[in-house]
């Protein structure tokens, strides 16, 4: 007669498929904590969403309005990235009477389409919003085009089915109708960064551009990307930092690592070392995930 035998399995056996339980439950990572009021991060290949935190709900978007002034113009038909802009008084005065972040653009001096692009995105240029808005817009008088590009930012997040996304400026000071959500801003970010020339620009530490001076010369303009990210986290290509009295601290941030891209945004941080804490948080979720 066969002895029966016993077999004792513990948590630590191995599960169908070569898994432990202690594996499958790592597999899972726990929902990160962030301080941000507001947060959103998705696939960026599969746009499946993978965190939200009061995702949609409307919040001032301070300097990530740029992303869609960006859109625009790289949407516009038959650009030339190489057509040159003169600089005007009024962006500088402008910079001025809002006390506003700066490409530090002079007066007289003719700026490639490309190069407003970097001045915008880097350094948050409100000067080269103006400028980029005031080409791009159509009308007989500058009032008149920069309300027409703004128009069609506000076009755009119609077409693109963002009902909680308005603009009413092209640089996210706002006038008090300028709001978006994270889930909003993490899509635009999302379609914009399908265009190359916005792409390259983003991921940009840093750049030294040549532009022509009113008498003909040159000069050099340097300017250093606001999105620390880049230089902190493995992998971060992009894309936007804002921030105001009312937006507090955000980030649309994006990251790849291997054959997946991270990208999201955070909302209303209430400093700018905890919004880079909580951005970290939702990438490394990200990943896990």
């Known amino acids: 007669m066969r002895r029966a035998v016993t077999v004792v399995v513990t948590t630590s056996a191995v599960l169908a498929g070569g898994f432990s339980v202690s594996q499958a439950q ?25 965190f939200g935190k009061a995702a ?35 962006y500088s005065d402008y910079i001025v009477s809002k006390n506003a972040s700066s490409a530090r653009l002079i007066v007289g001096d003719k700026v490639t389409v490309r190069q407003l692009l970097y001045g915008l995105m880097l350094p948050s240029g409100c000067d080269a919003a103006y400028a ?5 817009g159509t009308g007989s008088t500058r009032a008149a085009r920069v309300k027409s590009f703004i128009g069609k930012m506000n076009d755009e997040a119609r077409k693109m089915g963002l009902r ?14 300028n709001y ?5 801003l993490t899509k635009i970010a999302s379609s914009a960064m399908k265009n190359s020339t916005f792409r390259t620009i983003v991921k940009t530490k840093s750049t030294t551009q040549k532009v022509t001076t009113k008498t003909g010369g040159y000069r050099n303009m340097a300017w250093s990307n606001t999105n620390k990210l880049l230089s902190t986290y493995s992998g971060a290509i992009g894309v936007k930092t804002g ?6 601290y955000c980030l649309v941030f994006a990251a790849t690592r291997g054959n997946k891209t991270v990208i999201g945004t955070v909302l209303a941080a209430p400093s700018e070392a905890q919004r880079a804490a909580d951005v970290k948080k939702l990438l490394d979720y990200g990943f896990a995930r």
């Open 56 to 90: 949609d709900t409307r919040r001032a978007t301070g300097s990530t309005t740029k992303i869609m002034t960006a859109k625009v113009v790289l949407a516009q038909r038959g650009l030339n990235l190489d057509a040159k802009v003169t600089i005007q008084k009024a």
């Open 180 to 184: 978006s959500t994270p889930r909003d």
């Open 26 to 50: 790592a597999a899972t990572p726990p929902t990160p904590s962030i301080s941000a009021p507001g947060g959103f991060v998705m696939n960026n290949g599969t746009s499946t969403s993978l």
């Open 243 to 248: 921030s105001g009295q009312q937006a507090k």
């Open 164 to 177: 909680n996304t308005h603009f009413d400026s092209f640089d996210g000071i706002s006038n008090g109708a």
């Open 132 to 136: 980029l808005a005031d080409k791009f």
